[in-house]
């Protein structure tokens, strides 16, 4: 699943943006509660519960660290099936390469597993698979989860409030980027007595964007309707909360449930 996404190239130039100094980002590990919030009937869900644990860790300097894992527990009325999804990726910024490693299970059975790498190369992104198969792919120039991040909080800062991107984060078959569609709303502060700040005080006096990003193939952008679509509250230190994941046939809430921040090192150079 991508997410964070948001943690997660500029559509107008198709290049990745120049970051200068240090950013504002915090490593820090986030626990969200899982529920389900809708299902259609056509999703065939009864219940879906779980739980998504994101650590984020580095510096500009010495490359992004993100270690992700979604668990869930899906309740079909006939059968429960337990899902767990187990991601890391490293993300040079300065030289735009990305790592990347999916593990997904199925009732504690792997189920499958994406290894692969992937770099700009000019005005192209070039992926090497090497699981499930060696394959090679060369794409249009896309940014990767943290630069689309870094993105996006630079567009805010210019008051930019709706924008498109290209985004490459490795999931799935890795063998595509997506265009995602931002729109961000007016900054706010937590509201008196929200039940996620007494999960994580630290944010208790800080503001938030509201944001909403929906996922769209490439080559079905024109059909107006996304793959997926995400909303959430963003901090400007990275950290979102509020979570709502919009999949078409079923939606989930993720609340925040833990918030950690970790150590973190100073660029030295």
Not at 162 to 185: C, K, M, P, R
């Amino acid at each position: 699943m991508r997410l964070m996404v948001m943690c997660w190239a500029a559509l107008g130039t198709g290049l990745t943006p120049a970051l200068a100094g240090p950013s504002d980002l915090v490593p820090h590990r986030a626990v969200y509660d899982l529920s389900l919030k809708e299902a259609s009937e056509r999703s065939g869900i009864e219940d879906m519960r779980g739980r998504m644990v994101y650590e984020f860790n580095g510096s500009q300097c010495d490359g992004y660290t993100v270690q992700f894992r979604f668990v869930t527990q899906i309740d079909t009325g006939e059968a429960v099936r337990v899902t767990d999804q187990q991601t890391t990726t490293y993300e040079d910024i300065r030289d735009h390469r990305f790592n990347f490693v999916t593990k997904s299970y199925v009732n504690d059975s792997l189920d499958r597993e994406v290894k692969g790498t992937a770099h700009i190369d000019g005005s192209e992104l070039k992926v090497d698979v090497d699981r499930p198969k060696k394959e090679s792919y060369e794409l249009s120039s896309a940014l990767f989860p943290t630069e689309h991040l870094l993105e996006l909080l630079d567009k805010v800062d210019a008051g930019e409030t709706f924008f498109q991107s290209h985004i490459f984060d490795g999931s799935n078959d890795a063998n595509e980027s997506l265009v995602t569609t931002t729109v961000v709303g007016k900054e706010e502060g937590a509201a008196k007595g929200d039940p996620e700040i007494a999960n994580a005080k630290m944010l208790e006096k800080d503001r938030f964007w509201p944001v909403a990003i929906s996922y769209f193939n490439e080559k079905s952008q024109g059909d107006g309707v996304p793959i997926y679509s995400i909303a959430f509250k963003l901090y400007r230190n990275g950290v979102t909360r509020d979570l709502t994941m919009d999949y078409g046939d079923f939606t989930l809430q993720g609340d925040l449930a833990e918030l950690e921040y970790l150590p973190s090192e100073p660029c030295s150079n």
